[in-house]
């Protein structure tokens, strides 16, 4: 299972990528869509939108289950990936690069508290 | 948790397993797709042991079987199998199975797994019935595809034709098959003793059959529009809503057969149908359906593989025609779909 050292992860299986001063890029970790099985579905928000904290912010289906990704903090969405939604296999084939699912931007100082880092996030696998 | 005895084969396989009614089985091995395409393409092989099966025999089969049963075995004859259900006096699917008559006095009973013990026990009850549970001392396993009957006739030497029952000799034992499946393609269904169950299933990878999990039996099954006992149909459905009404024969006596006379003269007021998604979303199981004069409710629904859209099966009331746009309500969103008649996909 992969866990690259460069990303930031949640206990609920997301990665976090600090891609500017204020936005991070998100997606869902090999683990995740390795339990999933074959993503056959996803539904993004929209540009622009407001989104709190623990909102669901991605809807994520495989042939056997509906999947649930959660904002890790409260912000804005900044961009959204339509590649996955084109062709939610990039899930599987590529869920650290091909399939991010959003950008979101958020006001202040970067959110750390509750984010584990790669070592942490391998353990809470295992 | 009752295991297959391939377990460590699927193991060794990289099998995911999950609990399939007491039965921890394989439900993928890699992907649920890939091995959906292998089954379309190619040949693919379930492990099955978990189904039903028991040998009926007796003075008091037969008359047991046209008591119990609602498809009539004068319609076939010995070497066929029929697919037919037993109803509860309401005439509610308590079960649809599969009957191998494999000579003229063995018959062999193929419930859904959940409901082995039950049937076998409603047999056990009828005069002069002798029952043997085959569940214990062998495993089942399905071989489905357009290669599946090569794939019997290279590892077997024989293969069984459709919906007809067939034997073949395996590593010194004597192995029963039938051309049946539950996918939509051709192929068929092998019960082996347990000691060289192993030995069969390798001998049939090594020819290149796929391994297929549970997960892929679902998706095959739902877009050939075969129902599911337990989510398509159950004790509160009966054959006519459920478009099964090919598998009840009404001139003859059995349990249900008054309740379902009375159904077909007043008109049923609901049908299980097909639809297809015309737009973005996977319908599952207990999303609501809305119709213009009314509505029903999922029963399966998933990705066609091979359609690459949603499918699904719903009742809905009052029936609906053929080409009707519908709505299925996907969490909030009222998503367009059309009624068609399945399978959804016909080889």
Same mark, same amino acid.
């Not at chain 2, 085959?134 to 357009?146: C, D, E, I």
């Given at each position: 299972?992969?866990?690259?050292?460069?990303?930031?992860?949640?206990?609920?299986?997301?990665?976090?990528?600090?891609?500017?001063?204020?936005?991070?890029?998100?997606?869902?970790?090999?683990?995740?869509?390795?339990?999933?099985?074959?993503?056959?579905?996803?539904?993004?928000?929209?540009?622009?939108?407001?989104?709190?904290?623990?909102?669901?912010?991605?809807?994520?289906?495989?042939?056997?289950?509906?999947?649930?990704?959660?904002?890790?903090?409260?912000?804005?969405?900044?961009?959204?990936?339509?590649?996955?939604?084109?062709?939610?296999?990039?899930?599987?084939?590529?869920?650290?690069?091909?399939?991010?699912?959003?950008?979101?931007?958020?006001?202040?100082?970067?959110?750390?508290?509750?984010?584990?880092?790669?070592?942490?996030?391998?353990?809470?696998?295992? | 948790?009752?295991?297959?005895?391939?377990?460590?084969?699927?193991?060794?396989?990289?099998?995911?397993?999950?609990?399939?009614?007491?039965?921890?089985?394989?439900?993928?091995?890699?992907?649920?797709?890939?091995?959906?395409?292998?089954?379309?393409?190619?040949?693919?092989?379930?492990?099955?042991?978990?189904?039903?099966?028991?040998?009926?025999?007796?003075?008091?089969?037969?008359?047991?079987?046209?008591?119990?049963?609602?498809?009539?075995?004068?319609?076939?004859?010995?070497?066929?199998?029929?697919?037919?259900?037993?109803?509860?006096?309401?005439?509610?699917?308590?079960?649809?199975?599969?009957?191998?008559?494999?000579?003229?006095?063995?018959?062999?009973?193929?419930?859904?797994?959940?409901?082995?013990?039950?049937?076998?026990?409603?047999?056990?009850?009828?005069?002069?019935?002798?029952?043997?549970?085959?569940?214990? =001392? $062998?495993?089942?396993? &399905?071989?489905? %595809?357009?290669?599946?009957?090569?794939?019997?006739?290279? *590892?077997?030497?024989? !293969?069984?034709?459709?919906?007809?029952?067939?034997?073949?000799?395996?590593?010194?034992?004597?192995?029963?098959?039938?051309?049946?499946?539950?996918?939509?393609?051709?192929?068929?269904?092998?019960?082996?003793?347990?000691?060289?169950?192993?030995?069969?299933?390798?001998?049939?990878?090594?020819?290149?059959?796929?391994?297929?999990?549970?997960?892929?039996?679902?998706?095959?099954?739902?877009?050939?529009?075969?129902?599911?006992?337990?989510?398509?149909?159950?004790?509160? =459905? $009966?054959?006519?809503? &459920?478009?099964? %009404?090919?598998?009840?024969?009404?001139?003859?006596?059995? *349990?249900?057969?008054? !309740?379902?006379?009375?159904?077909?003269?007043?008109?049923?007021?609901?049908?299980?149908?097909?639809?297809?998604?015309?737009?973005?979303?996977?319908?599952?199981?207990?999303?609501?359906?809305?119709?213009?004069?009314?509505?029903?409710?999922?029963?399966?629904?998933?990705?066609?593989?091979?359609?690459?859209?949603?499918?699904?099966?719903?009742?809905?009331?009052?029936?609906?025609?053929?080409?009707?746009?519908?709505?299925?309500?996907?969490?909030?969103?009222?998503?367009?779909? $059309?009624?068609?008649?399945?399978?959804?996909?016909?080889?």
């Amino acid at each position: 299972m992969q866990v690259p050292e460069d990303l930031l992860y949640t206990d609920e299986h997301e990665w976090i990528k600090r891609v500017s001063d204020t936005v991070v890029r998100l997606g869902i970790t090999d683990y995740a869509q390795d339990q999933l099985g074959d993503v056959v579905y996803v539904e993004l928000p929209e540009v622009g939108s407001d989104v709190a904290k623990d909102d669901i912010l991605v809807e994520v289906e495989s042939t056997k289950s509906v999947g649930e990704v959660y904002a890790p903090f409260t912000g804005k969405i900044k961009a959204v990936n339509q590649a996955v939604v084109d062709a939610p296999e990039l899930v599987n084939q590529s869920p650290y690069d091909g399939a991010w699912f959003v950008e979101l931007e958020f006001e202040g100082v970067f959110p750390l508290e509750g984010l584990l880092d790669a070592a942490a996030y391998q353990e809470l696998t295992e | 948790m009752n295991r297959s005895p391939l377990h460590d084969l699927h193991a060794r396989h990289g099998a995911r397993f999950v609990d399939f009614g007491g039965w921890e089985m394989p439900v993928r091995y890699a992907s649920v797709i890939a091995e959906h395409r292998a089954v379309r393409s190619s040949a693919g092989l379930f492990d099955v042991t978990h189904l039903g099966r028991f040998r009926l025999g007796g003075s008091g089969a037969r008359p047991a079987l046209d008591r119990l049963l609602s498809n009539d075995l004068a319609r076939i004859e010995p070497g066929k199998t029929q697919y037919t259900m037993i109803l509860n006096d309401e005439g509610g699917i308590v079960d649809d199975l599969i009957v191998w008559w494999r000579s003229a006095d063995e018959y062999w009973v193929l419930p859904n797994a959940a409901n082995h013990d039950r049937v076998m026990a409603a047999f056990s009850e009828e005069p002069g019935c002798e029952i043997e549970d085959l569940r214990p =001392t $062998t495993v089942m396993v &399905a071989l489905q %595809g357009p290669e599946a009957i090569a794939a019997f006739e290279r *590892v077997l030497g024989a !293969a069984p034709g459709r919906f007809r029952t067939a034997d073949a000799m395996f590593a010194g034992h004597e192995v029963q098959m039938a051309g049946t499946g539950y996918t939509g393609e051709r192929g068929g269904e092998i019960c082996i003793n347990t000691e060289s169950a192993d030995q069969l299933v390798t001998a049939l990878v090594e020819t290149g059959v796929t391994l297929c999990g549970l997960g892929a039996r679902d998706t095959l099954r739902l877009e050939a529009g075969l129902p599911l006992w337990g989510a398509d149909i159950d004790e509160t =459905t $009966t054959p006519l809503e &459920a478009g099964l %009404g090919y598998a009840v024969a009404l001139d003859h006596d059995f *349990v249900g057969r008054e !309740a379902l006379a009375t159904q077909k003269a007043s008109g049923i007021t609901r049908r299980l149908v097909g639809f297809v998604m015309e737009g973005r979303g996977v319908p599952r199981h207990g999303y609501g359906v809305r119709t213009a004069s009314g509505g029903g409710s999922v029963t399966s629904g998933n990705i066609s593989p091979v359609l690459d859209t949603g499918v699904g099966l719903a009742y809905v009331s009052p029936p609906p025609r053929l080409g009707e746009a519908i709505e299925v309500e996907i969490r909030t969103r009222m998503v367009p779909a $059309t009624i068609v008649k399945p399978p959804f996909y016909k080889r």
